[in-house]
């Protein structure tokens, strides 16, 4: 990948973007992951305002450090940006101890681990109208189009995903290149979303670069007979995200009344 031309496209791109909405700039949350601060970094190199979320919601301390320093990191580097910490924390537990109690706790774990993104999106948008902004979103390619790792009206509510045609490891090289924090391009890719410590690694039970290979060789329309092992393994998981989480990647279904019914 020509990294360095990369970078100037997706700048580009962004700036014709906003410049083309009417849009003052954007507006992003900061994770202290590697997709976050390389494209809230890309969005600060268009030179229009960026402003910079910090969200947590019960959030690991490492996590908290990382992000804060990525944008402490941006704003001693581009004179545009600008930080908004939002503590979500109390209005996540009060949204919890609103609804109905459960028997089993972990039963709700998923539901509420979505509730964290879904809240942070409603906070990223009413800044965004607040300031005539654009909500820049993080997904990179195997997330968005290959697992369907995000959620849905949550991370994925954006307006524009400025890495979404980049694999995993193509967001790290264009990390490098941006020189993000060592910190954050050495930190285990984390949803956040649990409160603890697990990768996405320990959710999906594959690498990003294991991912990858299965996300090509099913666009090669290989299938499961076709491999053994530790790639069987990784083929099977891929296709079992794939087909779960495909609603979320295709248009909202429609039922079409036909013609003769009007």
């Known amino acids: 990948m020509q990294t360095e031309k990369v970078i100037e496209h997706i700048v580009s791109w962004l700036k014709d973007y906003a410049t083309n909405a009417n849009s003052k700039g954007f507006v992003i949350g900061v994770s202290g992951g590697i997709d976050s601060a390389v494209t809230s970094t890309l969005c600060a190199k268009t030179g229009l305002?960026?402003?910079c979320l910090e969200m947590?919601?019960?959030?690991?301390?490492?996590q908290v450090t990382r992000a804060d320093k990525h944008i402490e990191w941006l704003m001693n580097n581009f004179s545009n940006v600008n930080r908004q910490h939002v503590n979500l924390t109390p209005v996540f537990d009060s949204l919890v101890s609103a609804l109905p109690s459960v028997q089993n706790e972990?039963?709700?774990f998923m539901s509420l681990a979505n509730t964290r993104a879904r809240l942070r999106m409603t906070t990223l948008y009413y800044f965004a109208a607040l300031?005539?902004?654009?909500?820049?979103?993080t997904g990179n390619k195997v997330e968005d189009f290959g697992v369907g790792f995000y959620t849905k009206y949550g991370d994925g509510?954006?307006?524009l995903s400025p890495i979404a045609d980049l694999l995993k490891t193509e967001v790290y090289d264009v990390g490098k290149v941006l020189g993000v924090n060592q910190d954050i391009m050495e930190a285990a890719p984390t949803?956040?979303?649990?409160?603890?410590?697990?990768?996405?690694?320990?959710?999906?039970?594959?690498s990003y670069p294991e991912l990858e290979w299965a996300m090509k060789m099913d666009d090669n329309k290989k299938t499961i007979e076709d491999f053994s092992d530790r790639e069987?393994?990784?083929?099977t998981i891929y296709k079992k995200f794939n087909?779960?989480?495909?609603?979320?990647?295709?248009?909202?279904?429609?039922?079409?009344i036909p013609a003769r019914l009007k």
């Not at 087909?243 to 039922?255: E, L, V």
Request: hydrophobic fraction near 30%.
């Open 191 to 206: 949803d956040g979303l649990w409160g603890d410590s697990r990768t996405d690694e320990d959710q999906i039970g594959a």
């Open 157 to 159: 509510g954006v307006d």
């Open 232 to 235: 069987r393994e990784v083929f």
């Open 49 to 51: 305002d960026l402003l």
């Open 56 to 62: 947590p919601i019960h959030q690991g301390k490492n």
């Open 243 to 256: 087909t779960a989480n495909k609603h979320k990647m295709i248009p909202i279904p429609i039922c079409e």
């Open 106 to 108: 972990e039963d709700r």
């Open 131 to 137: 300031n005539g902004y654009l909500v820049a979103g």
